[in-house]
């Protein structure tokens, strides 16, 4: 199993719409999740955490489920600008460690 | 507040040549971290220094590839003789500590190896 699995897409939605997108990874041990987003050709940047408990920040939910290991993101009400490549992000191991980054799920959004 | 910046933001060079890049992380951020990303293609972890401690040179492809950082500012990643499949965007992410925390990135820095 890869650390950090996702689909790629891409996820084609009209405008409007919800969609969801699920991250897997791969050690139990992991304590920090994270959701990034990329523009084309831009760096990444952080969209939000993901709490145990689950958070919400405007449009955006994410949610976390340790016993099958996997995150969600949530997206309602799509915008055309929420169209990019989002990334799920999940320490390497648990504790002192790095950030292992998933490939992305691209959504497009149209109008 | 100053986000993390690098440069320069495109750098064309030959093939065989060496080339050096520059990151200065977010102030008071600990950890900084490397990263290289071909077209299309995810983040591939290069290094990670954590403050006074031993680099994680894990992600290094080759022995061409090394990085430097002084105390807790600037990084300079060098390319020995590169070649065209070094050709990617390289960037540079700096965070508070490396304990799980957020990473914040630079805009990258463009390598054309021709």
């Known amino acids: 199993r890869k650390e950090v699995e996702q689909d790629p897409g891409p996820f084609n939605v009209p405008e409007g719409a919800t969609v969801a997108f699920n991250c897997t990874y791969s050690?139990?041990?992991?304590?920090?999740f994270f959701w990034y987003r990329q523009d084309c050709r831009k760096e990444p940047k952080l969209l939000m955490s993901v709490y145990s408990s689950g958070n919400e920040d405007g449009r955006f939910t994410a949610q976390l489920n340790r016993a099958s290991q996997y995150i969600s993101l949530l997206i309602r009400d799509s915008k055309l600008s929420d169209s990019a490549t989002y990334l799920c992000?999940?320490?390497?191991?648990?504790?002192?460690?790095?950030?292992?980054f998933g490939k992305g799920t691209m959504l497009l959004v149209s109008p | 507040g100053a986000g993390v910046s690098q440069s320069p933001s495109n750098k064309v060079t030959e093939k065989g040549k060496d080339v050096e890049l520059r990151c200065d992380p977010i102030s008071g951020h600990t950890a900084l971290y490397w990263y290289r990303q071909r077209l299309g293609q995810g983040l591939e972890f290069l290094i990670y220094?954590?403050?006074?401690?031993?680099?994680?040179k894990s992600g290094l492809p080759s022995d061409r590839f090394s990085a430097e950082r002084t105390g807790e500012s600037v990084s300079t990643l060098t390319i020995q003789r590169t070649q065209q499949e070094d050709s990617a965007v390289y960037l540079c992410?700096?965070?508070?500590?490396?304990?799980?925390?957020?990473?914040?990135f630079g805009p990258g820095t463009r390598l054309t190896v021709t």
């Open positions: 992000v999940v320490n390497k191991r648990g504790g002192y460690s790095t950030l292992t």
């Open positions: 050690n139990s041990a992991s304590q920090s």
């Open positions: 220094f954590q403050g006074n401690s031993a680099p994680d």
């Open positions: 992410a700096s965070s508070v500590t490396g304990f799980g925390y957020e990473q914040y």
